[in-house]
């Protein structure tokens, strides 16, 4: 009887080998190798380096910019301080919520301290569901040139212009939103800088 059942599992057996094989093994290698490949910058997180080539961050998850010379990021709630990538969350407050309308009153309150004027857009006081949007609007970024320009010596036309080149549109013409990558755009601004300054 023993036999009989051990020979009635090994099909079972067999078949849980060969499918761990495939899908735990081969699978995601072959895939992994494509992506290598295929899109070599993205599969390996989409990091940036400043002109040494140390790393400065990943194009796909949001840093905290404070400085008046920089463009400021979407609000973040993940984690304690804000824009921990090890705990992507979003505040799960509701609409009606008194923390909730606390924390945009403030956020409105800095922006108007920064001199924004006018209606703010969404992304500029509220926080996503990851907390580590790396994107802003157009209008959250064109609101913020004045404060560049003016920190940076720069002509504010020209920090528009800069934030026009820098935003890219939805995929096909309808996939997405128009944004502006916030550490692309920065870097960008660095670079300007470096070659104004010599």
Not at 59 to 74: D, V
Not at 89 to 107: C, E, F, Q, V, Y
Not at 147 to 168: C, F, H, N, P, Y
């Amino acid at each position: 009887m023993f036999t009989e059942t051990l020979r009635a599992l090994r099909p079972t057996a067999v078949l849980l080998l060969l499918v761990t094989l495939v899908t735990g093994l081969l699978y995601p290698a072959a895939i992994t190798g494509i992506a290598q490949v295929a899109l070599p910058v993205q599969a390996n997180g989409s990091i940036l380096s400043d002109t040494r080539g140390n790393p400065i961050g990943s194009a796909l998850i949001a840093q905290n910019f404070t400085g008046p010379r920089y463009l400021h990021p979407r609000p973040s709630a993940a984690g304690k301080d804000g824009y921990d990538a090890s705990s992507s969350a979003a505040t799960n407050l509701a609409p009606g919520s008194k923390d909730l309308r606390d924390a945009i009153a403030k956020r409105v309150s800095t922006a108007r301290a920064e001199g924004m004027t006018g209606d703010l857009p969404a992304d500029l006081v509220t926080t996503s569901a990851s907390g580590l949007d790396p994107d802003l609007s157009p209008e959250a970024a064109f609101l913020q040139a004045p404060r560049i320009a003016k920190a940076r010596g720069l002509d504010v036309a020209k920090v528009k212009s800069l934030i026009a080149e820098q935003t890219e549109q939805p995929v096909l013409g309808i996939i997405g939103e128009p944004h502006v990558n916030v550490l692309l755009f920065n870097r960008q601004l660095d670079m300007l800088s470096a070659t104004t300054s010599k």
